[in-house]
């Protein structure tokens, strides 16, 4: 018996994110010591597994997510990165990563992908570096068949 790997998984997802949401500079299959200067940042973390019962039709099992999008905060209402600006790279983002979850389901890994729940933005300073960065989390469930 096979039993499907959440690392697996983790790894499919962030090469298709990384094909999906062009914006994005880095795509972290993992959490990074030091997210730098750069942004659009992706940051994929495991969350945790269900594993149901083994039935006569097989097993159907399930992994959590986060995706964290990090964007660099704006510093002032004019100029070339403006308030309205930063606003729109943390929209871009996410609606790239919707449309890369509206074309992936039943890709050859897994049999569903979706939001496990809304999404939630956070502006702070989230690391070491001190750069004020807008943080969207979201909560992803992915079932595959194994």
């Known amino acids: 018996m096979t039993v499907a790997s959440r690392a697996t998984i983790r790894t499919a997802l962030a090469s298709l994110i990384t094909a999906y949401v062009t914006s994005a500079q880095i795509v972290y299959d993992h959490e990074p010591g030091d997210l730098g200067s750069d942004s659009p940042i992706i940051v994929l973390a495991s969350q945790g597994s269900d594993r149901p019962p083994l039935t006569f039709q097989g097993n159907q099992s399930a992994f959590s997510f986060t995706v964290d999008i990090y964007t660099l905060a704006a510093e002032s209402a004019s100029g070339a990165y403006s308030y309205s600006a930063s606003a729109t790279v943390v929209d871009s ?54």
């Open 93 to 146: 983002c996410e609606a790239q990563f919707a449309a890369l979850i509206a074309a992936s389901q039943e890709n050859g890994f897994w049999s569903q992908i979706r939001y496990a729940g809304p999404s939630q933005i956070d502006f702070g300073i989230f690391g070491a570096d001190a750069i004020p960065r807008f943080r969207e989390r979201i909560p992803l469930r992915i079932t595959l068949f194994s």
